[in-house]
Structures are given as structure tokens and as C-alpha cells.
């Protein structure tokens, strides 16, 4: 069994880091469609997005966020951390088959048991694509749980029927 485990703010010294690794696959897009309701047609529809700015499909931008948020409540400092504050600036979109590197590294150590982390995404040509600030209250006392298993998920694109 896999278990994920907490840092506690005491265990934690500003420089730490984490880092989770990610492909970016169409079911990711399809899900996180479906979870946030955002099927703006620049993620969601190929035809569409062929014509835009960026000449294909790309990722929501939340995405990201996400991801960094998969950082925080599982690995630094992990479960029992509160997230507070998130600052995020998009600096080059993610697109499918894109490998994202999610790196967290605390960068100061408040009081009342908070902490500011560097948050920056980068992809496989080593791009930044997302940067920004969290803040976080981390754990007090050491929490270690049974990794939740994920279920396999399996969308299909199929335009609701128009037909009475």
C-alpha cells in the first residue's frame, strides 16, 4: 500500500521543495471541462481552436493551478495543509503532449504556521509556462494516509443530440 505523508511547519526549512511531473493528455482536458463547466472552445473543440491565436488545442490554465495544488495537498508540505493565496501568471500555454514539471520551493516561513512558496511550471524545452506565489498554513502535526486511488476515467466527445 501507498501511503502520502505531511511535512509539519517545524520540519520545514525555507529552500525546500517539491515536484510532481505531468503529461498533458485530451481525457485531462475533457475532465477538467466537465469538473470546472469551462469548455471554452479553445480546449474543447479542435476545429475551433485550429483558427486562434495559438493554432491548436491548449490546456485550461487552471490546469496548472491544479496541479500545484496536487503539490501542496500531497507532497510540501501535504495533507493537512490550508491553502490561503494564489498568484499566477500564464507565461506560454500548454498544449496536448506537453510534459509540465510543477516545482514548489518555500521561499519564507511566517508566522502562525505559514509559509510562501515559488511556484513555477515549466515544460519540456524547459519554458516557463506558469509562475506565480501560494500561501499556505501547513500542518501542525504529522498526518500520514492511505494514498486515495484514482479511478480511471473515460470521456468521449459526442455533441449532445439535437433531435426531438
Not at 475533457?30 to 495559438?54: C, I, K, R, W
Not at 515544460?123 to 502535526?141: D, F, L, Y
Amino acid at each position: 500500500m501507498q501511503y502520502i505523508e505531511n511535512r509539519t511547519w517545524e520540519d520545514i526549512a525555507v529552500g525546500d521543495s517539491a515536484e510532481l511531473v505531468r503529461t498533458l493528455q485530451t481525457t485531462d482536458i475533457q475532465l477538467f471541462a466537465v469538473m470546472s463547466g469551462d469548455v471554452n472552445p479553445a480546449h474543447v473543440d479542435e476545429e475551433f481552436a485550429s483558427t486562434d491565436m495559438f493554432h491548436g488545442v491548449i490546456a485550461h490554465g487552471m490546469w496548472g493551478g491544479a496541479l500545484i495544488s496536487a503539490v501542496l495537498g500531497t507532497e510540501l508540505p501535504g495533507p493537512g495543509t490550508i491553502f490561503l493565496d494564489q498568484t499566477l501568471s500564464f507565461k506560454a500555454p500548454v498544449r496536448l503532449g506537453d510534459t509540465l514539471a510543477v516545482r514548489l520551493e518555500v521561499s519564507e516561513k511566517l508566522p502562525k504556521g505559514r509559509l510562501r512558496l515559488a511556484c513555477r511550471c515549466t515544460n519540456q524545452q524547459g519554458e516557463t509556462v506558469i509562475e506565480g506565489v501560494a500561501k499556505v498554513i501547513a500542518p501542525r502535526e504529522r498526518i500520514r494516509r492511505p494514498a486515495w486511488y484514482c479511478p480511471k476515467c473515460i470521456c468521449t466527445s459526442r455533441a449532445p443530440s439535437t433531435s426531438v
